[in-house]
């Protein structure tokens, strides 16, 4: 083997390795499955059970959000379970809606090269159609808002006790001034599941915030089909799961700066910010293949014999 095999060799094997050895970003994997046990919330019949380290918070405008690390899974989170029992008049935080409203958890981590969201929630099927309108999920970055289509389809109707998955219909919700769905529409294009870039936004109906809930299914980038369920009726009589895993390749390189979700309505809102998740390639990885390109270069011009006409 000639010497500038031998070094071309050997600088592989250090940029290799130096590649390999960059660890994961999350010890623990976490899959988009519907089973919120990884978040440290199993249930006990319709009854949530929470992990001691998950505090719960007074419904209110404001949530603080929260660092948990369970089952060497690091997570941030907003957990914010109200009265399971309470009608349309409890309060939810911003506005009134009980437990068919509740937003009752919301966690965002990481899971090897993934964003990982889980929701919890009393948005089902089964409250009926004038009080069922999931909303998509919000992800601001560096580089502008990103949703994730939630869908869901019409509430009150037969067939939506099953959980969706990646892929089926997404849903837009026509809302009230009082809150309550009037009607939806079905798209084959805005997925359940889809990740869109800078997409166009209905706000809710309701005054002051007027929070960002829902994509109009027109406008925006398509990122790609993330990892997704949402259980709707089939794991509880109270509660609903949604659950998302999505590649750092759709985010372009962006900074995750906040994860947002609420109703349609706007009666409830979930928002874990101040989070600084970097999606880009690490630093060191790229490092390693730039000094790789330098390598294969300077292996190819010890292999290349010089011109005897070229000048010294």
Not at 249 to 262: H, K, Q, R
Request: hydrophobic content about 40%; some cysteine.
């Amino acid at each position: 083997m000639s010497r500038g095999c031998s070094l071309f060799t050997a600088l592989l094997a250090v940029c290799v390795g130096g590649l390999t050895a960059v660890p994961s970003v999350s010890a623990a994997w976490v899959a988009a499955d519907g089973d919120l046990s990884d978040w440290g919330i199993n249930f006990a019949g319709n009854t949530p059970q929470y992990h001691a380290s998950l505090a719960n918070q007074a419904s209110t405008t404001h949530l603080m959000t929260m660092q948990a690390t369970i089952g060497g899974f690091t997570f941030f989170y907003v957990r914010e379970d109200s009265d399971d029992s309470a009608g349309d008049s409890g309060f939810v935080g911003p506005n009134v809606g009980g437990q068919n409203y509740d937003g009752e958890f919301l966690g965002v981590g990481v899971s090897g090269n993934q964003l990982v969201i889980a929701i919890m929630t009393g948005q089902r099927p089964d409250n009926g159609a004038t009080k069922y309108a999931p909303g998509d999920i919000l992800i601001s970055t560096t580089l502008g808002d990103f949703g994730i289509e939630v869908g869901g389809g019409a509430g009150g109707v037969a067939g939506s006790a099953a959980a969706i998955t990646e892929g089926a219909d997404g849903t837009t919700y026509s809302v009230n001034g009082q809150g309550f769905t009037t009607g939806s529409t079905n798209s084959s294009v805005y997925t359940a599941g889809s990740v869109w870039h800078q997409p166009n936004w209905i706000v809710d109906p309701i005054p002051d915030p007027y929070t960002k809930v829902q994509m109009q299914h027109a406008g925006g980038s398509y990122m790609g089909l993330a990892d997704y369920i949402y259980t709707r009726n089939s794991i509880s009589l109270q509660h609903a799961i949604i659950e998302v895993a999505i590649p750092f390749s759709y985010f372009l390189g962006a900074d995750i700066l906040s994860v947002a979700w609420a109703p349609s309505c706007g009666n409830d809102l979930l928002e874990v910010n101040g989070l600084g998740i970097h999606t880009a390639p690490e630093p060191a990885s790229l490092a390693m293949l730039a000094f790789g390109g330098v390598a294969v270069g300077f292996v190819r011009r010890r292999r290349t014999p010089r011109d005897a006409s070229a000048p010294a």
